[in-house]
């Protein structure tokens, strides 16, 4: 147990209230104290997570006893994956941070109070081991984004961000349901509602075909997941989200906010009901492949840049979520090491996205053009991290790609075969892409002239550039963080 | 001390990389930068040198530098190998290599942006000896698709014109319908032998290929589509000749010499596995022949210098995939180092007219460049007679020894025997067009290109004086002449060298690869006969092409072509337009795939779904709400109905479980 545990874990919270509290004038002073509160997040996570003393395992940081409430506990506990989670995530912060800094806006204590306390909402459902605290913050990350993109999103916000939080919300219930249920039969074994980490395991639910509980509380929970991930076809809500959303938005939701659910999944449901991801594990399989052609096609048509990033989104996390539930060690080690290698290659483009709408307030690519003439440090870096999406080897893009295409080519072919056409068909949005933004010739007079990126706005792409070779040379930088974890997310017998 | 040898040498390419693209940029001039490649290959030459030496002697040396990943027992490790497939290679990229690189420094020396060309030709290097030093599939992989991506930046050099863009852009895609077959085809292996390592490869269990028949045979015809992408073969064929939009000297590198055999050295790295399926080895020998004769008879009719080389290279390509195929991987090898010396050559002598002619490439538009530019005529000359195969110089060798092999094999071995012939003759034809026009008749400037778009028209130019290049691009066309005839004499037939002179390279290679067996046996009498009637008919077709392009008047003799050979001429021009099916057939579908999807299913389906039962959340809302006023208690007892329904069932469940 950690007496310092709720310190580290409420200092984003803190950070957060400390906006409120600032002098609305000071805009510079604002932003600095952001930045030294981001880096400061971004230590503790670190130190966090040095501090276990077995990443393979669960480790206990605190309990929180709330007798007088049904006898209610609150555990957070920590392991490799979540450590590893709550760095990345930290990380982002800090990338926003820098990233939006030149931002504009009349809000801005409201902006940065938004992105602390969504930041220490993810930090809360990734360290959260009892249902209950996890479906608490669950459901809080919801609030912050939904402002942020209610208030700082672009023309069609509302419609949005009201289809964002409703669709997830919807989700919730479902889980919040057989929560309800689950908790009633631990009261009936245990004596208690509380569901914690060790009580679910205990529960041991039924399995008899699909209208058994533990298949029904699987699809409860799988539900909310998918439409978290998204996985195809529950994503109806993300590409309109990230259209909207403002770049803070778009970086968090797509590098650290959609990986929750696949955490949800891993954390909450493979170990818990194993037949059940046993029966209806070629369904997500195949839900995971249609979605990478799905995402792939779909994000080869638009004209939004945006759009485009966040159907490769949809792209990407088919992948993952093959992974994960083909229940082999070497895949699911590599979709938890495609979690990170997303989470750096799509903030990477929504950066370069986020300059390019800075300099022409457009996402419309026929806009632009030629842009490597005139931006070429802009066009190097976007080159790079577009690599990395599109899975070029020595990059951290293919490692997790290859390594889930292995471990499901093992179980089921056919899955493998169709999934693995998202090599062919990732250069194609993704060249097409780059090819009407940077190269060519500039068609637009306004182009002419525009700005290369400064010193400042280049260093989020460079750091993530850095990441990307360096990850892709030596991927057991981040794998060794979480190795010890895999036997207990490939739980199922294989 | 070879260990550490064997890592400097992918080292020094990427040191010229990173100094070129990061380190010392924009502070350096043109020659410099040249300079900085040209060094980083060149030492890594030298070392490659010293390292063939000893691997000659005491076999392979290996270096293993860091574990990447492993699965169950399966390492993938970043692990370099020089073994005698790779010391060849690796011969080939950094000795050829470095000769281009010097040319490249009086080719590039007036355009823009020169740093970028030398930091790309570097990392192509790079790529290329991470591809073939590779230990393990996985090393060899990053290096295939590091040789695509750097032929991407490079084809895509001059990316301010569009159709650059879409060049670079469909090269990098037609590798990339490959690395979908490697990639699945590497997986397969890793699973069946629980390795990836080539050294385990070499020998494999003969128990587990008999077991696992049906996913290696799978596996195997996988990875040959990622060679017909990378080595340029049906149906993948189509983006080199596009290839060409990048400046010449790279097409001398990548596109001829070395990026293009790396899928003939894929084939010689599995050979001892594939040689157990008859099956692939029959569509492997097929592709090839046909590819083969299919990029020879689109050559007859191209018009741009550069186009008909890259159509030359791709029918050459389908030699060694044919010899491949015919289990003479070791031939097929032999020439893909014959062919490097005198298709660079070719490229660069292609270049050096290409600056001389400040940059017109249409040989309708040349002509007698033979007294102006007698440095590049006479080297050309050299490549010209290696390729078309006259004996003596070092493509008849290779060309000679993968017939004899067709020839020799049975079964359907007599096809391909005559499929490769043609595709011989009609090689000698174009080369002998292509020689005539540029260097030899005298030019006409009244040619009005009609339907020849493709060619960068710089008429403007035509009033300057046509001059030989200077020494620095010089110097390596004589250096390359001279390899270009002399390579062949390593791997002499019996006929020639005896027991003792001949074959030397094969035998080489024969550590590694499974050595052509099943042949019949061919007397020397029939061989020498096979020489002669080959020759001869090569003459002739060199004759024939000499007697149309010299004795007739260019303009008219075009049209009287047209009218004589009508049938021909168009087969030829068509089979041009394969890319232009793949984009109807392919490409174009797919694309509106795409739009349906978004329009029909995203709009309708999937939004649609979601709008619906927004709707009847709505709408229930909305009866509740119209039956409000009169009967409240009607709504509670709807909430209270549906939460028994749920609590029952709950409950229920506890009950009989």
């Given at each position: 147990?950690?007496q310092?545990?709720?310190?580290k ?54 309990k929180?006893e ?12 920590m ?32 902006y ?6 969504l ?25 912050p984004?939904?402002?942020?993109v ?29 929560m ?13 509602y ?62 650290i ?28 399989l ?28 949809i ?6 979520i ?9 895949a ?15 903030p990477?483009l ?14 419309k ?8 003439k ?26 997790g ?19 693995a056409?998202g ?13 009407l ?8 007079e ?19 550039s ?8 030596y991927?057991?930088?981040?794998t ?12 199922s017998?294989? | ?34 300079l ?35 699965y ?9 190998v020089?073994d ?6 690796c011969?080939m ?10 040319f ?9 942006k ?25 090393v060899?992989?990053?290096g ?15 990316y ?13 895609l ?8 490697v990639?699945?085809g ?10 990836l390592?080539?050294?385990d490869?070499?020998?494999p269990?003969?128990?587990i ?6 996913l ?27 290839a060409m939009m990048?400046?010449?000297p ?31 080895l ?5 592709i ?9 008879l ?8 550069k ?34 010396f ?21 040989i ?13 005529f ?36 007599i096809f ?11 090689t000698?034809f ?17 040619v ?33 002449a001279?390899?270009s ?14 027991h003792?002179?001949?074959?030397l390279?094969q ?15 061919v007397s ?6 096979m ?17 149309i ?15 004589k050979?009508?049938?021909?001429w168009?087969?030829s ?33 999937i ?29 509670i007892l709807?909430?209270v ?14 009950t009989?479980?």
């Amino acid at each position: 147990m950690d007496q310092l545990f709720l310190i580290k874990f409420l200092i984003p919270l803190l950070w957060a209230i400390g906006f409120i509290f600032a002098p609305k004038q000071n805009e510079r002073a604002i932003k600095l104290f952001a930045l030294i509160g981001a880096t400061v997040v971004l230590a503790y996570s670190a130190k966090m997570f040095l501090d276990l003393p077995n990443p393979g395992a669960l480790t206990e940081l605190f309990k929180f006893e709330m007798p007088l409430f049904f006898n209610m506990t609150y555990t957070f506990a920590m392991d490799g994956l979540s450590g590893l989670l709550l760095i990345l995530n930290s990380f982002l912060l800090l990338v926003v941070v820098v990233t939006t800094w030149e931002i504009k806006t009349e809000k801005l204590r409201l902006y940065y109070f938004l992105l602390f306390t969504l930041t220490w909402a993810v930090n809360g459902s990734l360290l959260a081991t009892s249902l209950y605290g996890f479906y608490i913050f669950w459901e809080a990350m919801l609030i912050p984004l939904f402002i942020l993109v209610g208030v700082f999103g672009g023309e069609n916000r509302r419609y949005a961000s009201f289809k964002f939080f409703m669709m997830t919300a919807a989700g919730s219930i479902l889980m919040l349901a057989s929560m309800c249920y689950m908790s009633a039969l631990a009261y009936k074994l245990n004596g208690s509602y509380d569901l914690n980490y060790e009580v679910i395991k205990s529960l041991n639910l039924r399995y008899s075909g699909f209208w058994s509980p533990q298949s029904l509380i699987f699809w409860a929970f799988s539900i909310a997941f998918f439409l978290k991930v998204p996985v195809f076809p529950f994503h109806s809500w993300l590409p309109d989200a990230h259209v909207e959303a403002p770049t803070a938005g778009s970086i968090l939701l797509a590098g650290i906010l959609l990986k929750l659910g696949i955490y949800g999944f891993l954390r909450f449901v493979i170990p818990f009901y194993p037949q059940a991801v046993d029966a209806y594990r070629d369904i997500v399989l195949y839900l995971g492949a249609i979605g990478v052609i799905y995402g792939a096609l779909t994000a080869w048509v638009q004209k939004d840049i945006k759009k485009l990033v966040a159907f490769s989104s949809i792209s990407h996390m088919g992948y993952i979520i093959m992974g994960v539930f083909s229940q082999n060690p070497f895949a699911v080690k590599g979709a938890i090491f495609q979690m990170v290698a997303h989470g750096i290659s799509t903030p990477g483009l929504f950066i370069g996205v986020h300059y390019l709408y800075t300099r022409r307030h457009t996402k419309k690519m026929d806009q632009f053009g030629g842009l490597a003439k005139v931006m070429p440090r802009f066009a190097v870096l976007f080159f790079l991290i577009t690599a990395g999406s599109m899975a070029v080897p020595m990059t951290c893009g293919f490692v997790g790609e290859f390594m889930i295409t292995a471990g499901v080519y093992e179980l089921n072919k056919v899955v493998a075969i169709l999934a693995a056409t998202g090599i062919i068909l990732s250069p194609v949005y993704l060249l097409k892409m780059y090819h009407l933004t940077a190269l060519g010739e500039i068609t637009h007079e306004e182009n002419k002239s525009l700005e290369d990126l400064s010193l400042l706005e280049a260093t989020p792409m460079i750091v993530l550039s850095v990441l990307t070779i360096l990850l892709g040379l030596y991927p057991k930088l981040v794998t060794a963080m979480y190795e010890g974890t895999i036997n207990f997310f490939t739980h199922s017998g294989l | 001390m070879y260990e550490n040898y064997l890592a400097l040498i992918p080292f020094f390419p990427l040191l010229a990389f990173l100094l070129n693209s990061v380190l010392v940029k924009n502070k350096l001039n043109n020659v410099q930068a040249g300079l900085i490649t040209f060094m980083g290959l060149f030492t890594s030459f030298i070392l490659v040198i010293l390292l063939s030496l000893h691997v000659q002697e005491s076999g392979p040396v290996h270096v293993k530098l860091w574990d990447w990943m492993e699965y169950k027992n399966i390492v993938f490790d970043i692990h370099f190998v020089m073994d005698q497939l790779s010391v060849i290679l690796c011969l080939m990229v950094t000795g050829i290599g470095s000769a281009i690189a010097f040319f490249s420094i009086g080719y590039m020396d007036h355009e823009e942006k020169v740093g970028k060309f030398f930091a790309f030709f570097a990392l192509f290097a790079f790529s290329m000896l991470l591809l073939v030093l590779g230990e393990n599939f996985l090393v060899l992989f990053m290096g295939w698709e590091g040789v695509g991506l750097s032929s991407y930046l490079l084809i895509g050099f001059w990316y301010e014109h569009k159709k650059n863009g879409d060049a670079a852009k469909k090269a990098f895609l037609a590798n990339r319908v490959g690395d979908f077959g490697v990639v699945l085809g590497m997986i397969g292996y890793a699973l069946v032998f629980k390795t990836l390592s080539f050294r385990d490869l070499q020998h494999p269990d003969l128990a587990i290929i008999a077991a696992n028949k049906e996913l290696l045979i799978g596996s195997s015809l996988l990875l040959v589509l990622g060679v017909t992408g990378k080595s340029a073969q049906i149906p993948l064929f189509i983006w080199l000749p596009d290839a060409m939009m990048g400046p010449t000297p790279v097409s001398a590198l990548m596109h001829a010499a070395t990026m293009v055999t790396a899928g003939i050295f894929l084939l010689c790295r599995v050979s001892n596995i594939i040689v157990h399926f008859s099956v692939v080895l029959d569509v492997i020998a097929w592709i090839g022949a046909l590819t083969s004769l299919l990029a020879a008879l689109i050559a007859i009719t191209q018009t741009d210098i550069k186009k008909i080389l890259a159509y030359s290279t791709v029918s050459q390509l389908g030699y060694m995939v044919m010899a491949c195929g015919l289990g003479a991987f070791s031939t097929g090898l032999f020439h893909v180092f014959t062919h490097a010396f005198f298709k660079a050559l070719l490229f660069l002598c292609a270049a050096s007219v290409i600056y001389g002619c400040h940059h017109e490439q249409n040989i309708f538009k040349m002509g007698g460049l033979k007294k102006k530019m007698p440095v590049t005529f006479w080297t050309f000359v050299v490549g010209f007679l290696a390729i078309a195969g006259i004996p003596g110089f070092s493509g008849f060798f290779s060309k000679d020894e993968i017939l004899s092999m067709a020839f020799s094999n049975p079964g359907n071995g007599i096809f391909l025997y005559v499929v490769g012939l043609i595709s011989a003759l009609i090689t000698a034809f174009y080369m002998t067009r292509m020689l005539v026009l540029v260097f030899i008749v005298e030019p006409s400037h009244d040619v009005h290109d009609s339907h020849e778009h493709h060619v960068k028209e710089h008429d403007e130019h035509n009033s300057h004086e046509i001059h030989e290049s200077p020494s620095v691009m010089t110097i390596p066309l004589v250096i390359l002449a001279l390899c270009s005839f002399a390579a062949g004499y390593v791997g002499m037939p019996h006929l020639f060298g005896g027991h003792e002179y001949s074959r030397l390279f094969q035998s080489f290679v024969e550590k590694f690869t499974p050595a052509a067996t099943g042949h019949h046996h061919v007397s020397e009498e029939t061989e020498i006969v096979m020489m002669v009637v080959t020759t001869v008919l090569i003459l002739c077709s060199m004759g024939l092409a000499y007697y149309i392009y010299v004795k007739n008047d260019k303009v008219k003799m075009r049209d009287r072509l047209k009218e004589k050979f009508l049938s021909l001429w168009i087969i030829s021009n068509e089979l041009f337009k394969v890319d232009e099916l793949y984009e109807t057939v392919i490409y174009k579908p797919l694309y509106k795939v795409g739009h349906f999807l978004v329009d029909i299913v995203e709009a309708l389906v999937i939004n649609g779904a979601v709008k619906g039962v927004t709707k009847a959340v709505d709408g229930s809302g909305k009866f509740l709400e119209e039956t409000k006023p009169e009967k409240l208690e009607m709504g509670i007892l709807y909430i209270v109905i549906g939460a028994t329904i749920i609590v029952t069932l709950i409950f229920s469940e506890f009950t009989f479980r």
